[in-house]
Nanobody, 111 residues
């Protein structure tokens, strides 16, 4: 069983940056697939970024602005978000493997 806790969300102005962290209670180094998702009000949850042993993939809307990374030694997953836009406003969730979700962290981009 893996418990995930996200942190790092908040209010930021357009063009600003945030770094989201996802801390896992158990060891995750054997889990290949990890990712970040987001859900804006009134919209479905959508994929933001994935990371596997083979590399990374990003949604078109965040390519070139967001970077996903992992630290197996710290049992952690990260999402560096740069040049944030108002349309990035959402609750961001980390997901490890096929079944483990965090509780979400709010990101609000507004002037």
């Amino acid at each position: 069983q893996v418990r995930l806790v996200e942190s790092g969300g908040g209010l930021v102005q357009p063009g600003g940056s945030l770094r989201l962290s996802c801390a896992a209670s158990g060891s995750i180094f054997r889990i290949n697939l990890m990712g970040w998702y987001r859900q804006a009000p009134g919209k479905q949850r959508e994929l933001v970024a994935l990371i596997t042993n083979g590399g990374t993939n990003y949604a078109d809307a965040v390519k070139g602005r967001f970077t996903i990374s992992r630290d197996n030694a710290k049992n952690a997953l990260y999402l560096q978000m740069n040049n944030l836009k108002p349309e990035d406003t959402a609750v961001y969730y980390c997901k490890v493997g096929l079944a483990f979700w965090g509780q979400g962290t709010q990101v609000t981009v507004s002037s």
